[in-house]
């Protein structure tokens, strides 16, 4: 019996791959993509799969949609060795086409090219969800009892915004890069008081967050989903609370750990020593991750110092400061109880 995650290569973006083995039965699950920049290689990895039971697409940004619309166009018959599609399409909304929105375009092309293959494979048979939001709760996979997945976020309210007003949102969701190395020469006790601007992008708020649990655990995966969604999901529907925490063996942070996405509060109610980040430091406009984030996580006040932190990245770290910025100095680095594991593309968690 062994649970893994491969996280892919995928440049600024989200890509992995979750595989759980039983009693000589596997579950195979890939969430996210990759821009459209990262193709090669992730078509190497979805190649090597003899089959996909859930392919989740936690929202349309590029950089999580872009390697699933480039495979399906590359060969339709890729659709054939995925059992299903978790795909909050709305291709069907009413969007004035003239109009250039932020994610709209990888939205409308992967709703229809989905319709188009399931005209070409009629024994497909049109197999995705969409319209997911924590009102699934938990949800067990179809023909492999021994995973069982659980739907945080996003909430109803932020799913139906997403469609209610499928428009570019911009504002506070960047920052600067001059603005993050700034940061550098605030300490993380500090930076960890910064108060939480929640993460206003509307497609970020759509974004499917969810918790796995198998025989090893319990593994939180958030995509770029906003942290209210996820924070009143757990204390409201899953009862957890500081006194009563969620164990996990790890958490994907949510957007590439981007301060506007997580919070003291979020992170108290979690129990778990790993925190995986996916990014390869930015992608031009933002760097990641965040250097408020990690203060958050090592440096809050309630935190509790004697237990061990590993910060878990699919690129190195000086990878991340090339493409983005730095986000801890060398004394920060050093600390006894941090330990850094950037992964190379053998490795998996």
């Given at each position: 019996?062994?649970?893994?995650?491969?996280?892919?290569?995928?440049?600024?973006?989200?890509?992995?791959?979750?595989?759980?083995?039983?009693?000589?039965?596997?579950?195979?699950?890939?969430?996210?993509?990759g821009?459209?920049?990262?193709?090669?290689?992730?078509?190497k990895?979805?190649?090597?799969?003899?089959?996909?039971?859930?392919?989740?697409?936690?929202?349309?940004?590029?950089?999580?949609?872009?390697?699933?619309?480039?495979?399906?166009?590359?060969?339709?018959?890729n659709?054939?060795?995925?059992?299903?599609?978790?795909?909050?399409?709305?291709?069907?909304?009413k969007?004035?086409?003239?109009t250039?929105?932020?994610?709209?375009d990888?939205?409308?092309?992967?709703g229809?090219?989905?319709?188009?293959?399931?005209?070409?494979?009629?024994?497909?048979?049109?197999?995705?969800?969409?319209?997911?939001?924590?009102?699934?709760?938990?949800?067990?996979?179809?023909?492999?009892?021994?995973?069982?997945i659980?739907?945080?976020?996003?909430?109803?309210?932020?799913?139906?915004?997403?469609e209610?007003?499928?428009?570019?949102?911009?504002?506070?969701?960047?920052?600067?890069?001059?603005?993050?190395?700034?940061l550098?020469?605030?300490?993380?006790?500090?930076?960890?008081?910064?108060?939480?601007?929640?993460?206003?992008?509307?497609p970020?708020g759509?974004s499917?967050?969810?918790?796995?649990?198998?025989?090893?655990?319990?593994?939180?995966?958030?995509?770029?989903?906003?942290?209210?969604?996820?924070y009143?999901?757990?204390?409201?529907?899953?009862?957890?609370?500081?006194?009563?925490?969620?164990?996990?063996?790890?958490v994907?942070?949510?957007h590439?750990?981007?301060?506007?996405?997580?919070?003291?509060?979020?992170?108290?109610?979690?129990?778990?020593?790993?925190?995986?980040?996916?990014?390869?430091?930015?992608?031009?406009?933002?760097?990641?991750?965040?250097r408020?984030?990690?203060?958050?996580?090592?440096?809050?006040?309630?935190?509790?110092?004697n237990?061990?932190?590993?910060?878990?990245f699919?690129?190195?770290?000086?990878?991340?400061?090339t493409?983005?910025?730095?986000?801890?100095?060398?004394?920060?680095?050093?600390?006894?109880?941090?330990?850094?594991?950037?992964?190379?593309?053998?490795?998996?968690?």
């Amino acid at each position: 019996m062994a649970t893994t995650t491969k996280l892919l290569k995928a440049l600024h973006g989200d890509a992995f791959i979750f595989t759980v083995e039983e009693e000589g039965e596997k579950f195979v699950m890939v969430v996210d993509s990759g821009p459209e920049d990262s193709y090669p290689d992730i078509k190497k990895e979805l190649d090597s799969l003899d089959h996909i039971d859930l392919f989740v697409l936690t929202h349309f940004h590029e950089d999580h949609s872009g390697g699933l619309i480039a495979w399906l166009k590359e060969n339709h018959a890729n659709v054939l060795k995925v059992g299903c599609f978790w795909v909050n399409c709305a291709s069907s909304l009413k969007v004035n086409c003239s109009t250039k929105v932020s994610a709209y375009d990888e939205d409308y092309t992967l709703g229809n090219l989905l319709s188009e293959i399931e005209k070409e494979y009629p024994g497909w048979n049109h197999r995705w969800r969409e319209n997911i939001c924590n009102k699934d709760g938990i949800v067990v996979t179809h023909d492999k009892p021994f995973v069982q997945i659980e739907i945080i976020g996003p909430s109803e309210g932020s799913q139906k915004k997403y469609e209610d007003n499928y428009i570019e949102k911009k504002g506070n969701t960047k920052v600067s890069k001059g603005r993050v190395d700034d940061l550098l020469k605030v300490e993380l006790k500090t930076l960890a008081t910064t108060p939480l601007s929640q993460d206003s992008e509307i497609p970020n708020g759509a974004s499917i967050a969810f918790v796995v649990t198998t025989h090893d655990g319990k593994y939180m995966m958030l995509g770029d989903v906003r942290e209210k969604d996820v924070y009143d999901y757990l204390t409201n529907v899953m009862r957890v609370s500081e006194d009563k925490t969620l164990k996990l063996k790890y958490v994907k942070m949510s957007h590439h750990g981007s301060q506007y996405n997580i919070s003291n509060r979020l992170l108290d109610l979690l129990d778990t020593e790993n925190y995986v980040f996916l990014t390869d430091g930015g992608d031009g406009g933002t760097s990641h991750p965040n250097r408020i984030t990690i203060a958050r996580i090592l440096s809050r006040e309630t935190r509790d110092k004697n237990k061990h932190v590993n910060l878990i990245f699919n690129y190195s770290l000086k990878a991340i400061k090339t493409n983005g910025t730095e986000f801890l100095n060398q004394e920060e680095i050093d600390d006894e109880n941090l330990n850094f594991k950037p992964l190379d593309d053998q490795q998996s968690i």
